[in-house]
């Protein structure tokens, strides 16, 4: 396998000059791999003219789109780090990040100049993305260096170069900067293929932000085995470009899945609702190790007409991360026939743990990927940390050597902050974060994620939930929903209260929540939630001391 992606994306385009490798839905911007091939070379020559060299960094400010996996590639094959901040960022955000990863360059879309005398001042040279803005150079339009050789530049990166530089969400403090090798990384994009073995001809939709891991690693990826990739500017019609780019893969968090979920079953009639409840009852059987009921074959027919709704009739591996994912997307999407699983990993360390296809292992977050080690380090408490080990995990934190060495062991292992168990199949069961546990005035120790979920899961009116109590006598919830008008709605409070005692008869009595709060307003990414989507627990207790007050008095 190449050990950079220079070397990766010219061996596509020699092997594949005429197959599409960028577009946008229906088509309105298409690129094949000759074309690309060119675009980032003649990016590249920009690049050197803007004084880029092997060990810099490359900033790249913009919505999913074709120009900027472009430039991304182009930045690679001069042995440059690309960094990016997302679009939803707020300034001060942005320049921290430019502040701390030093890029030579900053190139930005058209549409984000207005913040750009917010950040500017924290990088040398800023330029257009795309067409002209204002007063600044646009990228394609700045000249190659004299005598500037492309392929001497890019046979010249090493595996050990930098690739890019990825930033943690910044849960509990300011993101920190991780930092990905070449090799390391493509190794990465690899293992998210699982047991996928039909590799060629992939095809992809890139609707995260290019900040996320997710959607870096679908660049990555892409060439390494030539993908298709289908640019989705704005993740709120993801639904829309699936029907358009009908993928053969898949990956997303899983509010994406529960996102499709509510689509579909919000078109079914009585017939196909009837042959997913028994779709949904085979998967509950095989769970429970009891023979499933055989479909019939109208049932049949009528689940395989189903996935195309969704712009899903074509996938062969579908993967969700990121977040626990709750049972009734598991079951929802086996039940349709989908070949679903799950991952477990973070952005220091990788891709560690998947399942197998099928499934046994829901509930699980699978076995160890090849080159990975994991294992369980003791805590009180059923669960206790998971340490990882791999020679292909990141080397560390950007300027932070004492949080490296705090995470990163001399003897291999990584301290991933995760909770969780080993069963004796080896499959991995992840438990909660040791930073999030909650620990009540008893002395109970409860993570917090799984309870959340449960309750997420066994109530389609809730959006978000926020499970407190830390140094209380009890566990109180914070709870808002996807339509904030129906807190005024008596029937809306009580169906919220009856999945909380269904809820509740399935926890631990420790573990069981005596008094919730139902909120106005969802939580908002740059407020409540991270850019990530991630729970700012912090932030939540603070903002809504009053309201968790209220629930112990």
């Known amino acids: 396998m190449p050990d950079t992606l220079a070397l990766a994306f010219q061996a596509s385009v020699a092997r594949v000059p005429n197959r599409v490798a960028l577009r946008t839905p229906h088509d309105d911007q298409r690129l094949t791999w000759a074309q690309y091939g060119a675009a980032v070379e003649r990016l590249a020559g920009a690049f050197a003219g803007l004084g880029v060299r092997r060990g810099d960094r490359v900033a790249l400010w913009s919505h999913n789109r074709p120009e900027l996996a472009t430039a991304a590639a ?13 679009v939803t960022a707020p300034p001060a955000a942005v320049a921290h990040l430019l502040r701390d990863s030093e890029p030579r360059v900053l190139a930005v879309e058209a ?11 924290a990088v040398p040279r800023v330029v257009a993305l795309d067409g002209a803005q204002g007063d600044l150079p646009v990228l394609s339009e700045v000249d190659a260096p004299a005598r500037f050789s492309f392929e001497a530049c890019w046979r010249a990166v090493q595996a050990d170069d930098l690739l890019a530089i990825l930033y943690t969400s910044g849960t509990t403090g300011a993101p920190k900067g991780i930092e990905w090798p070449n090799h390391n990384a493509l190794m990465i994009a690899e293992n998210l293929l699982g047991g996928l073995h039909a590799r060629d001809g992939i095809r992809e939709v890139s609707y995260l932000s290019f900040a996320h891991a997710f959607d870096r690693s ?28 009908r993928p053969t893969f898949l990956t997303g968090p899983p509010s994406v899945w529960q996102g499709l979920k509510a ?27 009891r023979p499933p009921r055989a479909l019939s074959a109208q049932q049949k027919r009528t689940l395989a007409g189903l996935p195309a709704r969704l712009g899903l009739d074509r996938v062969n591996h579908a993967v969700t991360a990121a977040a626990p994912c709750p049972l009734a997307v598991h079951e929802f999407m086996h039940g349709l026939g989908l070949p679903f699983g799950e991952f477990w990993g973070m952005s220091e360390i990788g891709v560690a743990s998947m399942t197998d296809p099928g499934v046994r292992d829901i509930g699980t977050v699978g076995r160890p990927v090849p080159e990975y080690e994991v294992r369980i380090a003791p805590r009180a408490g059923p669960a206790g940390e998971i340490l990882v080990r791999s ?15 705090a995470m990163f062991a001399p003897d291999g292992w990584i301290r991933t902050g995760d909770l969780g168990t080993l069963d004796d199949q080896g499959r991995l069961r992840i438990v909660g974060r040791v930073k999030e546990l909650i620990i009540t005035t008893n002395g109970h120790n409860v993570a917090p994620g799984p309870i959340e979920s449960q309750l997420i899961d066994a109530c389609p009116l809730v959006a978000q939930a926020c499970l407190v109590g830390d140094g209380r006598p009890h566990l109180a919830m914070l709870i808002t929903l996807h339509d904030p008008d129906g807190a005024a709605h008596a029937a809306t409070r009580q169906t919220v209260a009856d999945a909380l005692a269904r809820t509740n008869t399935r926890l631990d009595p420790r573990e069981r929540i005596k008094r919730h709060a139902i909120l106005p307003d969802r939580w908002q990414p740059g407020d409540e939630l991270t850019d990530t989507l991630k729970l700012r627990r912090q932030r939540i207790a603070t903002k809504y001391a009053a309201q968790i007050t209220s629930l112990y008095t």
């Open 263 to 289: 689509r579909l079953e919000a078109t079914l009639d009585k017939s196909e609702q009837a042959a997913l409840d028994a779709g949904i009852a085979r998967v509950r059987a095989l769970l429970a190790d």
């Open 218 to 245: 679908l660049h990555w990826r892409g060439s390494l085995h030539a993908t298709t990739q289908t640019f989705c500017a704005e993740p709120s019609r993801l639904h829309e470009a699936l029907l358009d780019a």
């Open 391 to 405: 020679r292909l995990t990141s080397r560390g934190y950007r300027n932070r050597p004492q949080e490296t060495a």
């Open 74 to 86: 182009a930045a690679a094959h001069l042995g440059a780090a690309v960094v990016a901040p997302y």
């Open 111 to 121: 549409g984000l100049e207005h913040s750009l005398q917010h950040v500017a001042h």
